[in-house]
Nanobody, 125 residues
Framework: QVQLVESGGGLVQAGGSLRLSCGAS????????MGWFRQVPGKDRQFVAA????????DYTDSVKGRFTISRDYAKNSIYLQMNSVKPEDTAVYYC??????????????????WGQGTQVTVSS
């Protein structure tokens, strides 16, 4: 099992920045791909960004490319999401996710085995 705990959410003005953190504990060696999803009420949880396993490749959903950056600190068993130039449409609950054993990035919620509890990000206009 892998436990994930997010932090760093909050209220930010449009155009501002926010940094989300996710700490992993437990069998962290099995968490090859780690990423971020977001969800707004009444909608499905959507892929935001992820970083792959051995190659360390990253990918982002189109709407955040050039604004968000995902990074991973293996020594601290943590991943981060630096959110710059935020927009009101970025408002959502952000979830950290980990994919067990496989190295390839999945863009689907079902491709991840472990989830954090979520952290609210609210962008005011």
């Amino acid at each position: 099992q892998v436990q994930l705990v997010e932090s760093g959410g909050g209220l930010v003005q449009a155009g501002g920045s926010l940094r989300l953190s996710c700490g992993a504990s437990g069998r962290t060696f099995s968490a090859r791909v780690m990423g971020w999803f977001r969800q707004v009420p009444g909608k499905d949880r959507q892929f935001v960004a992820a970083q792959g396993g051995s190659a360390g490749n990253t990918d982002y959903t189109d709407s955040v490319k050039g604004r968000f950056t995902i990074s991973r600190d293996y020594a601290k068993n943590s991943i981060y999401l630096q959110m710059n130039s935020v927009k009101p449409e970025d408002t959502a609950v952000y979830y950290c996710a980990a994919r067990r054993w496989l190295d390839t990035i999945s863009y689907s919620r079902s491709g991840y085995d472990y989830w954090g509890q979520g952290t609210q990000v609210t962008v005011s206009s």
